[in-house]
């Protein structure tokens, strides 16, 4: 079995050696260059854990259904920083600043497709199984991403409306990424299934500390403007929950922050932190995390893999709960 450490590396160089090319320059060069700025890498990197828990052999048969995984997450970023209007991603230029939005929304057309080309270089006998779950889950994304935009408009969600939507958002692609790995390396379909709630609950996990790093985080480690979500009034864990405790002068308040125009940022940004500390939300919002971590572990403790196999993804599951960026 490969250690994460030895499959980090795989899959570094394996990005490293993705040739991005073809004409016209301007429809391709930001293909690259939103490929070439990094990012965690969590999806490829779960596709090959799972995959060896099962075989040895990573051949591009592998590899490269795995980088499909990430291609089709970088065009929803992409997409996103267009809907949200966001400046910075990892610390430099989102593609729409750099190039514009007519041009990010055609790149980011283009690396659907490539995610799909990238995906059918798997070994021919699994090319169904993957098809189906990576098309299903493709939507899924595109549900949860619509979803979070119906949102913006609301003037309460409720915390069941949260998880349903970052479930389809976030969840549904981490999931998508345990359980391809599974299907590469031969293992039965309980096991598959179990492994993608794993990958499930883990990207809930996931998405609440990106909200929660979102407002408490480092910026310079974070790679994008802390409080973003507090300024755009957007739905987060974080919000939801405020929205579902804030009574009487809490709520008041609450409503004054939310009023708050962009002339008022950095005073918005500070009063709803304090906000969120008051009521208790920061620290809640650690727990929830736990929580999530501790059921997408126990989901993999009695479906038959060993403990040097459970243990591989606990490993996993620890970097996705305690980092910074």
């Known amino acids: 079995m490969y250690t994460i450490s030895e499959i980090d590396s795989i899959v570094e160089k394996s990005f ?10 301007s429809l391709y060069e930001p293909i690259e260059y939103m490929m070439g700025i990094g990012g965690k890498r969590i999806r490829p ?50 593609v729409h600043k750099k ?21 059918c270089a798997c070994e021919q006998d699994k090319m169904s199984a993957l098809l189906e779950l990576f098309t299903k889950t493709a939507s899924q994304v595109c549900e949860g991403q619509q979803y979070d935009m119906d949102f913006e408009s609301m003037p309460f969600i409720t915390q069941e409306d949260y998880i349903n939507m970052i479930g389809l958002k976030t969840g549904v692609l981490i ?14 379909e309980a096991v598959c299934k179990s492994l993608y709630n794993f ?3 883990i990207g809930l ?31 987060s864990w974080l919000l939801v929950e405020c929205i579902r405790l804030a009574t009487g002068e809490k709520r008041t308040e609450l409503n004054r922050i939310m009023a708050m125009d962009e ?17 208790g939300i920061k620290e809640s919002a650690k727990k929830k995390i736990l929580e999530y971590h501790d059921k997408a572990m ?19 599951a620890e970097q996705i709960i305690h980092r910074e960026k």
Not at 16 to 25: A, H, R, S, V, Y
Not at 263 to 277: D, F, R
């Open 175 to 188: 999931a998508c990424a345990a359980e391809m790995g599974a299907i590469m390396g031969g293992a039965d």
């Open 199 to 201: 990958g499930f609950l």
């Open 99 to 119: 190039w514009g939005d007519n041009s990010a929304i055609l790149s980011g057309d283009v690396m659907s497709i490539m995610a799909y080309k990238y995906l």
């Open 298 to 316: 126990d989901v993999i403790r009695n479906i038959g893999l060993s403990d040097v196999q459970i243990e591989q993804l606990s490993i996993f």
């Open 205 to 235: 996990a996931f998405q609440i500390t990106d909200d929660y790093l979102d407002t408490f985080g480092n910026e310079q480690i974070f790679g994008k403007k802390i409080g973003g979500d507090i300024v755009n009034n957007k739905k």
């Open 263 to 279: 002339n008022q940022n950095a005073e918005k940004i500070a009063s709803m932190q304090n906000l969120y500390v008051d009521l």
């Open 45 to 94: 990197r779960l596709c090959l854990i799972t995959y060896t828990l099962f075989s040895n052999l990573i051949n591009k048969e592998v590899i490269y259904p795995s980088l499909a995984i990430e291609i089709f997450h970088e065009f929803t970023l992409i997409h996103d920083d267009i809907m949200d209007k966001a400046d910075t991603r990892r610390n430099q230029l989102t």
């Open 16 to 25: 490293l050696n993705l040739k991005i090319e073809g004409t016209p320059q």
